[in-house]
C-alpha cells in the first residue's frame, strides 16, 4: 500500500526492484518495532504496581531534592518541572520548551542525571 501510495504522488520515484525492496523492508522494520513497542507495553501493564525496584523513592528527601532542582540549568528544571511536578507527557513538554520530542526525551534523561548527581554530592556534604 505504501509502494502504491508513493507511486500515485506528482514527484514518484523511479520504481525499480531495489525500490520496491527498500520499502517492503522498512515497512517490515516498522512492524517489528511496533510489536516490540505493544510487547514492552503489555509487559509494563501486567507488572503488579508495586513491582518496580528502584529504592530512590524510598530515601529521596523532597526538601534536598527542590535544593537539588534549583542547582540545575533554567532548561533542565523546566523539563523536569513540566514532565513530573504537572505531569505533562514529554510531546507537551517538547512543545512548551520549544524543542522536538526526541530532544526533550533527551533533555530529561539527561536532567534526571544530573539531577540524582547533585542530589547526592548534596547529601554527602551535609546539604
Known amino acids: 500500500m ?16 531495489a525500490w520496491l525492496v527498500g520499502v517492503a523492508r522498512h515497512k517490515l522494520a516498522d512492524h517489528w518495532r511496533r510489536s516490540a513497542r505493544e510487547e514492552r507495553n503489555q509487559a509494563v501493564a501486567a507488572r503488579p504496581v508495586g513491582a518496580v525496584d528502584d529504592p530512590w523513592d524510598e530515601w529521596l528527601d523532597a526538601e534536598a531534592a527542590y535544593a537539588a532542582l534549583r ?6 528544571r523546566a523539563a523536569l518541572t ?3 511536578l504537572d505531569g505533562l507527557p514529554v510531546a507537551e513538554v517538547a512543545e512548551h520548551l520549544g524543542r522536538s520530542v526526541h530532544a526533550t526525551e533527551t533533555l530529561l534523561a539527561r536532567s ?10 548534596e547529601g554527602r556534604h551535609g546539604r
Open 2 to 17: 505504501a509502494a502504491v501510495a508513493a507511486a500515485r504522488r506528482p514527484s514518484a520515484p523511479e520504481i525499480t526492484v
Open 112 to 121: 534526571r542525571a544530573a539531577l540524582r548527581l547533585v542530589y547526592q554530592e
Open 82 to 84: 513540566l514532565r513530573y
Open 71 to 76: 542547582c540545575l540549568s533554567p532548561y533542565q
